[in-house]
């Protein structure tokens, strides 16, 4: 067991907390001033989906580029992130759990950024020209650009966030949190939190931008289940029943 801290305090649990918050936070401000010099190229890129969009007010255009500013710092600093969490968790796991943190940061990255990139490709595109096929010829689309972007910003992250479940179920698998067949029995609670999740998480309350979140997330479910079923750590009775299933006759 690696557990030198398990004796901290609670004063110095904060303590670690608030160093852990420093450097996510000071990670996150360096990238988004870097970012600030490329916001307009930022901009243009996320407005493809729409075209065109408009600010309504003198401070508008100047706020949407410190916005998109700070998401980008967001974005980027999703590594340090999770490495600051993981650092921060360390000190409760066993030795076997600590070997995990460099596959968990680079998956959780990557599946963080597969996530996003398929908001950004799939999602809004389609998202918007449904949204805005609702106009008519007497109702006709004038799109802020500061609620646009942070219609698409919140979403991006949404998705980037929810395609972490796969990296979190496999390692709660490899630490005997949780099982397939437990994932297995849950799935009616999961519909029904899936459905929460992504009513609560998405920045616009119609129906159609929810289940473009819980439709992905619910297929991320059953990955997860996969995943934890040849991954995660067999309790003896589940090796019990497999052995069993294994040696039942056919039919």
Not at 102 to 107: H, N
Not at 229 to 246: C, F, L, N, S, V
């Amino acid at each position: 067991m690696a557990r030198d801290e398990a004796n901290m305090g609670f004063i110095e649990h904060l303590e670690e907390l608030r160093r852990r918050l420093i450097v996510c936070m000071a990670s996150v401000l360096v990238v988004s001033i870097v970012g600030y010099f490329f916001a307009e190229q930022m901009i243009d890129f996320l407005i493809r989906p729409v075209g065109e969009v408009y600010f309504m007010s003198p401070t508008e255009a100047f706020g949407v580029r410190i916005k998109i500013s700070l998401f980008a710092g967001l974005l980027v600093s999703v590594p340090v992130i999770l490495f600051q969490v993981w650092r921060f968790v360390v000190p409760g796991l066993y030795k076997h759990e600590i070997r995990l943190v460099v596959p968990v940061v680079f998956f959780g990255t990557l599946f963080f950024l597969i996530g996003a990139a398929f908001c950004f490709i799939v999602v809004l595109p389609v998202g918007v020209k449904f949204l805005i096929g609702f106009g008519t010829e007497h109702l006709k689309p004038l799109i802020s650009v500061g609620s646009y972007l942070s219609f698409a910003a919140w979403m991006v992250l949404a998705f980037g966030v929810v395609f972490e479940l796969p990296v979190i179920s496999f390692f709660l698998g490899k630490a005997g949190v949780i099982s397939a067949r437990t994932l297995r029995k849950g799935r009616r609670y999961a519909i029904v939190g899936i459905l929460l999740v992504a009513g609560a998480i998405t920045p616009s309350p119609d129906v159609f931008s929810q289940l473009m979140l819980a439709g992905p997330l619910y297929f991320l479910y059953e990955v997860s289940i996969i995943l934890v079923h040849y991954t995660g750590k067999r309790k003896p009775g589940d090796e019990r029943q497999a052995d069993k299933a294994a040696s039942s006759p056919a039919g």
